[in-house]
């Protein structure tokens, strides 16, 4: 059978045998006026007061994701800017939230944001690592200095927006994410991130309680504040199913409600190879953000088993920290005993430590335009060139060799019954 996987900006279509098990989100209809589903629940929102009340001659803050986060900004901004114009808002300024990601340029945010509201409001890139453009909050619970955008803390009035889909260790984007990590400072970020907390087994897809990432998360953007959120569920090509506008906690909870119902999805048994994406362009613009597609696959596959990874990765592998982890590691369970050493950091590790853990259990092989063979095997992974020859040399002649597919890498997540959530 022919599987359209999401890879870059144009998808790749494979043939696959038609006993492979293909593991798709649950459909929901896309709003016909996106813009008019943001504004309908603006101005109902769920325990939170009026933007109306909110924002009235007030200095408003409005914090957007990045461009690698494929967040339908332009009908939320296009719905929220003009409702807090209405409301008498005295300035308005939009902070992008890159957590460790580099700035956006220019193009970017017009491809992003559109031209008309890059030409018409102040907008502001975070930078996580230049300290007087933070500003601390507070020690959290565990003694972590909360630092945070200092356009966000200083703002009287605060508002946040996103999308909400399952998360490899955060259990779910969205919500209280934009300010942890998104426009919080590095030292805070590399708290969250640790080695620790991601080693927690709770610290995975779909999982907030007793998520030791998530509370922290949790903890940091209710301590800075956050007056309103704009959260949205999005389909396979990004439109919007869902809207949750309202209070941090009650609008992203019910987000995460409707995500979670169309996102999981129970299998019987393991798989003995999984093929997944990283949900096409932008989530897979290189292997950094590409490793969320292994982890949901990893949910399902044997011990031992292989997992296909086809991602464009046309920015490379990452980060340069990240790549220089993997490649200075002499093999997976190398870089995994480095990170966990008291005391060590590195920016990026939590995406290595994930990595490196995948590595350590199965066979990964990756089908990359923007990742050489070389580049692949220096990071531990398997280049592939041919999907469909791959498939066939894994499976040989095994009837019960056992075939998944997540064409849309970590839109859905499959899980175990056995481990039912």
């Not at 991602?311 to 002499?330: D, M, R, S, T, V």
Request: proline fraction near 6%; include cysteine.
């Amino acid at each position: 059978m022919k599987v359209e996987l999401a890879y870059g900006k144009t998808g790749l279509r494979v043939q696959l045998p038609s006993e492979a098990v293909v593991i798709q989100p649950q459909e929901q209809s896309a709003a016909l006026d996106p813009v008019g589903a943001v504004a309908a629940a603006i101005a109902h929102p769920l325990g939170a007061r009026p933007l109306a009340e909110l924002a009235r001659g007030k200095s408003v803050c409005v914090v957007t994701s990045d461009l690698t986060r494929p967040v339908p900004n332009g009908p939320i901004l296009h719905a929220l800017l003009p409702a807090l114009e209405r409301a008498g808002a005295r300035t308005i300024e939009i902070l992008i939230a890159t957590g460790l990601h580099r700035p956006n340029t220019q193009t970017e945010l017009c491809s992003m944001l559109g031209e008309d509201i890059v030409k018409k409001y102040t907008i502001v890139n975070h930078r996580a690592k230049i300290q007087n453009e933070l500003k601390f909050i507070v020690n959290l619970a565990d003694g972590t200095p909360l630092w945070v955008n200092r356009h966000y803390a200083e703002a009287e009035c605060r508002i946040l927006t996103g999308f909400i889909e399952p998360h490899f260790f955060a259990g779910f984007s969205g919500g209280r994410k934009a300010v942890l990590p998104g426009i919080a400072g590095e030292e805070t970020i590399r708290a969250n991130h640790s080695a620790a907390h991601l080693s927690s087994p709770m610290a995975t897809f779909g999982r907030l309680e007793d998520n030791p990432v998530h509370l922290q998360m949790l903890e940091a953007a209710r301590s800075v504040g956050a007056d309103f959120i704009i959260n949205v569920a999005t389909d396979n090509q990004h439109r919007i199913t869902g809207v949750f506008a309202g209070d941090l906690i009650l609008a992203h909870n019910a987000g995460v409600r409707f995500v979670r119902e169309s996102s999981m999805f129970p299998l019987e048994e393991a798989c003995d190879l999984a093929i997944t994406t990283n949900s096409g362009y932008p989530l897979d613009l290189n292997l950094y953000q590409a490793v969320k597609g292994l982890a949901a696959a990893s949910q399902i596959t044997k011990p031992g088993g292989s997992i296909i990874l086809a991602a464009q990765c046309c920015e490379g592998i990452g980060g340069a920290e990240f790549a220089a982890l993997l490649k200075e590691a002499a093999s997976p369970e190398d870089l995994l005993a480095r990170i966990l050493q008291p005391g060590f950091y590195q920016p990026d590790q939590w995406t290595a430590q994930i990595l490196a853990r995948i590595l350590a259990q199965f066979k990964v092989y990756l089908y990359a335009d923007g990742v050489t063979a070389q580049e692949a095997e220096a990071c531990h992974l398997k280049p592939l060139a041919d999907i469909e020859a791959a498939v066939e040399k894994l499976r040989g002649n095994n009837p019960d060799f056992r075939i998944a597919v997540l064409p849309q890498g970590p839109m859905v997540i499959p899980y175990l019954k056995e481990r039912e959530r």
